[in-house]
């Protein structure tokens, strides 16, 4: 196992929890495996494909995905295909001679594809293991649920002998039980993995209007320099608008979302992939298929709809281990268009219950990862010291003023305003809505004009999540005071808030490196403690030979070698081909192949 596991792949030892994986599927039982996005779910599969007879079936939802798993697979010198719409019928057919002969280990096929095959080709060739990918998305529990995975019980019918092995990154414990249930698993070894992602910093801002979120998001890039990244948007208008402030400010970006088509949705994922553009804005339509182990962040523009999607966008960043960063807005304008849209959905209850999860953690006073873990069933007994809310643990004070203010306001415009209208009452702004209905004449008009609109916007998110103040969905999300908010209006009751801390940050003078949200950027971070001379300089060399190799092959870099790796070189600077074999994950194949023009590079420039 281990000598596979180097030849190939490139790793001297197992994660926690992947040997014991493997032993168990080589003894032809069924699994359910739960590892974070970058945990090292793959192994788990593809390690037996290596190690049995026949092919390993791998159900994956997205030909996006499939493509990067079979790409990453033959750049190791593993025989993998992808069987889907997407290829040409000669293609398909060619696949489908090798299955036959055995001369694929590995298969990848869509949950629709496979009930075409399943029939037919799968019953001539020899299959050594069934694993499904995302599984997620067979429950109706899950975040993702998908219609076409509830069919993959037949799989247990048909091919009985064949073990099976559900894999995925975000399943609570009904999603889990239900896993098990419709995938008919025979007492499947269970391995949940930590869902902690230590690497990852993570970053909550409330109540910053646009110009705000565009002037810190512009920043934050310029502060992580090359590092790559994904803005998370919930409308397909706000990703092509985010992308154009991108564009304006000098910063390479793409737009991903359902609206465009196939022919650009393709373009945009290549041109990420392949680090011709620094960003990409898109809808959550975008990620599952990307196996990108360099994206150094993601932004969420807007609040999420549920943890579990907020969980899994995250995990797209630092899939090497690096550090990496997270940054989440969010204002009371999300909350009302995630409620509306939990109204319409088919599910409203578990919908409605997933966001106020989301809305808590977003509201959190209290350590950001440890509210992420408790949701899976994770807890730990200390602070992770890598949150906004660790770093700067907040103040309260006594706001029983500002919220009888905002709330007298409320109430002598009658409770028939949303909170736009009552910041610009509050602040004395004569905008058109506010002259129409003669909102200018109240007692109220102009009594807050000492407090920021920004701030204000804060304060009544706080209102709403402390139940002073409720949203009245069904007239035209009109904000109205709550008994606990009478309570505090007519002095029966003090409100205490949180204070409010703004970071401002200068704008980084020609994409100098600076500390960011999460400390310094991956490459600062190693280069600041490398005791080496020309670490930096070195690293770009290697990183410019990794993407001529990569272009001439076809590739993404990242599939040539992995951030990590080129950190490694960096601090090993091996002059061998034996030494560059040794770096973890290069494996023989690789080694043979481009070993000879790094171990060139690294000799001409460290002699």
Known sequence: MLHTLKTFFGYDSFRPGQEEIVRQ????HDALVLMPTGGGKSICYQLPALLSEGTTVVVSPLISLMKDQVESLCANGIAAGALNSGNEESVNAQLRRRCIEGKLKLLYISPERLMVESAYLFHEMEISLFAIDEAHCISQWGHDFRPEYAQLGILREQFPKVPIMALTATADKITREDIVRQLHLRQPYVHIASFDRPNLSLDVKRGYRKPERDRTIVEFIRRHNEGCGIIYCLSRKTCESVSLMLDKAGIRSAVYHAGLSAERRNAAQEDFINDRVQVVCA???FGMGIDKSNVRWVIHYNMPKS?????QEIGRAGRDGLPSDTMLFYSLADIIQLTQFVQESGQRDINQEKLERMQQYAEAGICRRRILLSYFGEAIDRDCGNCDVCRNPPQRFDGTII???ALSALVRADQQIGSQVLVDILRGNFSPEVKQKGYDSLKTFGQGRDVPARDWQDYLIQMLQYGYIEIAYNENHHLK?????????????????VVIRREENALSSRGKKKKGI???SAEASLFATSPLAGAEELYDALRSLRKRLADQD???PYIVFSDKVLHLLVQQRPTTLEAFGQINGIGEFKKKKYGREFVDLIRQMTS
């Open 307 to 311: 943890i579990e999607n907020f969980y």
């Open 25 to 28: 599927v080589l003894q032809g």
């Open 283 to 285: 809808t959550i339509a």
């Open 481 to 497: 005071v709550t008994p606990a908010g009478a309570d505090v209006l007519y002095g029966r009751a003090q409100a205490w808030l």
């Open 403 to 405: 919220v009888q203010k």
């Open 518 to 520: 999460g400390g310094q």
């Open 554 to 556: 076809g590739l993404p």
